[in-house]
């Protein structure tokens, strides 16, 4: 409750416009809305949450729930997966890049597994399907992240001018996400997550 009374001061002292959440459980989220609205104080709006092409459950399967009973948002983070989906480990870790850096090694490890090694194989049909589309494979990922309806931002990082520049043409990829490429993608990843209730019917 103190949390929700000091966003709510904050807010009303017009030093924010609202609040959220980022990397928070379902059922923290709910209990931080259901306790703000009992005691008449403002609840979060959208929960910030790691999104990327190996990471779907969350925002695809939880976050919607949550939108349909209490209108909370999404704003995704870490769309190219920490650099992963960018291609640059496709043929092992690269002289400093961001998986050779110290206190990374969790990053090194899980490039370098068994699962790591099946994610590069997909990036690789992954970026055929880009070069079909004209776009790179971050292009790709990022569209694919936007196109979620349940997804309201996406949050970018850049290392340079025109790193940055690159991933915002994403926007011009999205209107090529036809339901059949999506699919395919789908398909491709074999790691479409499903709701209960989608399993029941």
């Known amino acids: 409750m103190i949390l929700e009374l000091a ?8 030093m924010a416009m609202y609040w959220g959440t980022s990397r928070w459980t379902s059922m ?5 809305y259901s306790m703000a609205r009992q005691f008449n104080q403002i609840p979060p ?3 910030q ?8 459950e969350k925002v695809e399967v939880q ?3 949550l939108f349909h009973k209490i209108g909370i948002g999404a704003m995704t983070w870490s769309p190219l997966a920490c650099g992963i989906i960018s291609g640059k480990y496709n043929s092992g870790i690269p002289s400093f890049s961001r998986a050779s850096l110290k206190g ?11 699962e790591g090694s099946r994610q590069q194989v997909k990036l690789k049909e992954l970026k055929a399907i880009a070069e079909h589309l004209g776009c790179t494979l971050p292009q790709l990922a990022i569209a694919w992240c936007l196109r979620n309806e349940g997804v309201n931002s996406v949050l970018l990082g850049a290392s340079r001018t025109d790193q940055l520049m ?10 090529k996400l036809s339901l059949s490429i999506v699919s395919e993608v789908d398909n491709l990843l074999g790691n ?3 709701s209960k209730k989608d399993l029941r019917s």
């Open 7 to 14: 966003m709510t001061h904050v807010i009303n002292q017009g």
């Open 192 to 194: 479409k997550p499903y």
């Open 166 to 175: 690159e991933n915002i043409r994403a926007i011009q990829v999205l209107p």
């Open 104 to 114: 990374y090694q969790w990053m090194k490890d899980k490039i370098l597994s068994e």
């Open 49 to 56: 949450a790691e999104y990327h092409m190996f990471q779907r």
């Open 28 to 32: 923290e989220i709910m209990e931080a």
């Open 63 to 65: 976050l919607p729930e």
């Open 45 to 47: 709006i959208c929960e």
